[in-house]
């Protein structure tokens, strides 16, 4: 059935009395500045970012170590989980009774939780900065395996890897970082230094991030610090031996580059050893 709506056009568009007319004018379409992306700007405190585009590389152990470390030298430190799994709050012994945005204590310092992702994450970062949460002397940001994690301009950015399909990952994520954000590429699980070298340079080279550094003593996977942290215990806490200490040690080098950027003309105090057994014995105790 026809409609009567289209007759009647169909007779006006056909009507020979009709003058013909102009067709309509298009007005002007003016330009408004675009929304730039700001890849030279700096957060609004020192932030150090713990990301790579692949799960399983320890992220967050690296980053929740950091931020004990950095606590325990005096800091006040928010630390700002973007993944939806806030694996981090379990891991610095904060249960899930505990508030939202839960704070602990490390020696003379505190380690805030906090989780925001996206826009919000932002804006504690560069717009509005952390006040509601408190007051802070330096963030450390957690990030799922995502490429956008390495997007972040004027930070610290620590990309840890584990072979080659994570690095290869880690490639196309810096070569999407901005170039006032400083790198420093990790590597999880025990390799010979000189090949962790060579990698270090192809990825450096590959990913044409101008500038950037690496931690020359790989990371190793132990048990000791994985059951730690899944327990809520501080990796600080562990008798420093074996594998254990190798990886205390590398946290320590890049707990000592978050600290720089907070106090540029000191060095990261030192933290004693907690109390361990009076008797070790190589090759008998764990990790020896």
Excluded at 45 to 71: D, F, H, M, Q, Y
Excluded at 247 to 252: A, C, K, M, S, T
């Amino acid at each position: 059935m026809s409609n009567p709506n289209d007759r009647h056009m169909n007779r006006l568009a056909t009507s020979p009395t009709r003058p013909s007319l102009a067709p309509p004018r298009a007005i002007e379409t003016l330009p408004i500045p675009a929304e730039a992306a700001s890849d030279t700007a700096v957060p609004r405190l020192p932030t150090t970012v713990v990301s790579s585009w692949k799960g399983g590389v320890w992220k967050t152990c690296i980053s929740a170590s950091i931020a004990e470390r950095l606590a325990f030298a005096g800091l006040d430190v928010l630390y700002l989980v973007t993944d939806d799994q806030l694996d981090a709050r379990r891991r610095l012994g904060i249960s899930e009774s505990d508030p939202d945005v839960a704070r602990v204590q490390r020696g003379a310092g505190s380690i805030t939780v906090v989780g925001l992702a996206g826009a919000h994450a932002v804006d504690v970062l560069y717009r509005s900065g952390p006040g509601r949460f408190g007051k802070f002397d330096a963030i450390i940001v957690d990030t799922p395996p995502v490429k956008k994690g390495g997007c972040l301009p004027g930070v610290l950015l620590i990309a840890p890897t584990d072979g080659d399909d994570a690095s290869a990952n880690l490639i196309r994520m810096l070569r999407a970082t901005p170039a006032n954000t400083d790198v420093v590429l990790v590597r999880i699980d025990a390799v010979p230094k000189k090949e962790w070298e060579r990698d270090a340079t192809t990825i450096h080279d590959a990913s044409n991030h101008a500038g950037g550094s690496y931690l020359p003593g790989p990371l190793p996977r132990t048990d000791e610090v994985r059951e730690a942290l899944n327990r809520g215990q501080s990796v600080w806490t562990l008798p420093r031996r074996g594998p254990t200490r190798e990886f205390i040690q590398g946290v320590e080098s890049l707990a000592g580059a978050a600290w720089a950027r907070v106090r540029p003309d000191t060095t990261l105090p030192l933290l004693a050893a907690s109390a361990a057994s009076a008797v070790h014995i190589r090759g008998w105790d764990g990790d020896a």
